[in-house]
Structure formats: structure tokens, C-alpha cells
């Protein structure tokens, strides 16, 4: 299941790290990627994104799934 929620982030990205951290607190395993190359290859130009079982969300979205407790719901569709 931890391969399944990605964040895909930067090292000296603020909001990459407060994601994560929600992430941590809310007992969510995940799984951390800094390639570009991977990013390059789904479209994504901003950081954080957060990607459930291929889904793709923005930080705030991310933030808004998290919160209500959805992010693993999702896994289990």
C-alpha cells in the first residue's frame, strides 16, 4: 500500500515538506520522488504533487483529501 500514495517533491520545497508532514501525522505511508524525469513524464510542472493509485493532486487538493480522511478510503475503491 505505501507504493501506492506518492509525493512527488523537492528537497528545498516548503509547501513539499508541510505535505509530507500532514501526511506523517495523519499516519498516511507514503513514498517520496524527486526524479524529474518521472514528473516530465506526467505533466507535472509544480511541486507538491501528491499521487494516490495514479490519481494526481495538488497541494491544496491534496490538503483537502487528507483532512477529511479520503486518502486511504481511496485505496481501498
Do not use: Q, W
Not at 42 to 53: E, G, R, W
Not at 59 to 73: C, H, S, T, Y
Amino acid at each position: 500500500m505505501k507504493d501506492s500514495i506518492k509525493v512527488y517533491s523537492f528537497p528545498s520545497c516548503g509547501m513539499c515538506t508541510m505535505l509530507k508532514r500532514t501526511l506523517s501525522e495523519h499516519n498516511i505511508p507514503y513514498t517520496v520522488c524527486e526524479d524529474k524525469n518521472e514528473m516530465a513524464e506526467l505533466n507535472i510542472t509544480s511541486v507538491p504533487v501528491l499521487s494516490v493509485d495514479g490519481t494526481l493532486y495538488s497541494f491544496k487538493d491534496a490538503l483537502k483529501l487528507i483532512k477529511k480522511g479520503e486518502v486511504l478510503a481511496t485505496l481501498d475503491d
